[in-house]
């Protein structure tokens, strides 16, 4: 059943047209979370509650809103949180999905969905996306830019590491240029033609230039609750209009 018919049986509206107003206006709330989309499909055991003036949560959200339309939300996480606990975050005030992730200590722009057709279509898509990454390193690579291509593999301690190609492991690419930079760490983009967990911070540790911060991959210096290194760029096709869609963030360090 849809929310819309949901809503209105339920408070006895007099018309679907009043109850997609209100699911609209974000006075519908499911499962403790405001959902605005009146063709929501909801099952019979959802709570589904209306809110008064003062109980309806205001529509801006705590933090920039990069992108927004009926389909997707693009945002940037905040170094030092789960994505998990991001996207909670965000669905007190919009009806979101996760659809890719970015480590706890890694900041950077996101994309999540509105509808779970629309998370299926971005991540059909993903591998087709541009993404670039800024981090700053502890040295200076021996080239100015390079690839760096292995096999990876994660160990019992959760910490994954490069091997040779056999059971469970998967095939990751990077590749990082060098940037102009003042006095201090080195400054590199950084473009992933494969999204595998760690997947940065193990081969800039693999070529000797760990990351700031990233104590777990061999840096020597410590930031608070992060690591330098920040997804600065998501180049993607919207998974409804087809245009190709392009944001960037300037890193925060």
């Not at 629309?118 to 087709?128: S, T």
Request: positive net charge.
């Amino acid at each position: 059943m849809q929310l819309f018919d949901a809503t209105r049986k339920k408070f006895k509206l007099a018309s679907i047209t009043k109850a997609k107003t209100l699911i609209k206006s974000g006075f519908v709330r499911v499962n403790g979370v405001i959902i605005s989309r009146p063709d929501t499909e909801v099952r019979l055991t959802d709570e589904i509650e209306l809110l008064d003036h003062a109980e309806r949560r205001p529509k801006k959200l705590p933090f920039e809103i990069l992108f927004e339309d009926e389909s997707i939300l693009v945002t940037c996480k905040p170094a030092g949180k789960l994505v998990e606990d991001f996207c909670k975050l965000i669905q007190q005030y919009r009806p979101v999905i996760l659809t890719h992730r970015l480590d706890q200590k890694v900041s950077g722009i996101m994309i999540f969905a509105k509808s779970r057709a629309i998370e299926q279509k971005l991540e059909a898509d993903w591998a087709n996306n541009e993404k670039i990454y800024i981090a700053l390193v502890e040295a200076k690579p021996a080239k100015k830019e390079g690839k760096i291509e292995s096999f990876l593999a994660e160990g019992k301690d959760l910490k994954v590491y490069s091997t040779i190609e056999g059971p469970g492991t998967k095939h990751a690419v990077t590749y990082y240029k060098t940037l102009p930079s003042v006095k201090g760490p080195t400054r590199l983009e950084v473009r992933l033609e494969t999204g595998r967990k760690n997947q940065i911070r193990v081969h800039l540790s693999d070529i000797g230039c760990p990351i700031v911060g990233d104590l777990k991959y061999g840096a020597k210096t410590s930031m608070r609750s992060r690591i330098a290194l920040h997804a600065a760029l998501l180049s993607f096709k919207h998974p409804v209009t087809f245009e190709k869609m392009t944001f960037r963030q300037e890193a925060p360090f």
